[in-house]
């Protein structure tokens, strides 16, 4: 069936690290892939978004690109901050028709 | 503002009771879509309804129900609660539209003591 499934946490950094939170999905034809964002006490957010193959979504020093090749949407930023301290979501619209599906969410925590 | 709407936020219950979540969905977003998520155990999908009928169905106990009405609100039921239903429970809705986001309301907090 059509799955996500992401690295599991807690992950732990220190500001100014490097981060990645891998992602791989499995889906048939071309799904849309998301990154959800989850800061404490609050509802989820979309973070970034790709539609197709090749696709770079962006956000926020976020980044993660849609590689068909080894199905995967991982979720990388260059220099992360306290206040990204939060539980990602790595999603996907399997037939583009918004039949949403959400991997178990990686809790981040930035220590300064 | 997400502009999805969930009420009540907070709800606090008796084992064994029955209780209605509420959700409004954004306006003119035609799928409504439930999830629970307990501390440790990330986000669950329960159920999907599109335009009032439903259209994909997760790790839903057969305790609860949902439907979605004319407006398009739906309700989510919750019956015969027990301890381990207590959860944030949210609502999404998204448009018809290849690539489009789900838009989440900010949760109905749970608690069966």
């Known amino acids: 069936g059509n799955s996500v499934t992401q690295m599991e946490g807690p992950v732990t950094l220190s500001e100014e690290a490097f981060l990645t939170i891998n992602c791989t999905y499995t889906?048939?034809?071309?799904?849309?892939l998301f990154w959800y964002v989850q800061y404490p006490g609050e509802g989820l957010q979309l973070l970034l978004k790709?539609?197709?193959?090749?696709d770079k979504g962006s956000n926020k020093g976020f980044e993660a690109t849609y590689r068909k090749e080894t199905t995967s949407f991982h979720l990388e930023k260059g220099s992360v901050q306290v206040s990204d301290s939060a539980v990602y979501f790595c999603a996907l619209d399997p037939y583009n028709n918004n039949d949403m599906r959400f991997g178990a969410g990686t809790r981040l925590t930035v220590k300064p | 503002d997400s502009g999805v709407t969930q009420t009540p936020k907070h709800l606090i219950t008796a084992t064994g009771q029955r209780v209605t979540l509420r959700c409004s969905p954004r306006?003119?977003?035609?799928?409504v879509y439930w999830y629970q998520q307990s501390l440790d155990q990330g986000l669950q999908f329960l159920i999907q309804?599109?335009?009032?009928?439903?259209?994909a169905k997760g790790n839903i106990l057969e305790r609860f129900s949902a439907q979605q009405f004319p407006d398009l609100h739906s309700e989510l039921n919750l019956s015969s609660l027990e301890l381990g239903d207590s959860a944030l429970y949210f609502c999404a809705s998204s448009p018809r539209r290849v690539g489009a986001e789900a838009f989440f309301g900010q949760g109905t907090r749970l608690t069966v003591v």
């Open positions: 309804y599109y335009n009032g009928e439903e259209r």
């Open positions: 889906a048939t034809g071309y799904p849309s």
């Open positions: 306006s003119g977003d035609l799928s």
């Open positions: 790709a539609t197709k193959a090749d």
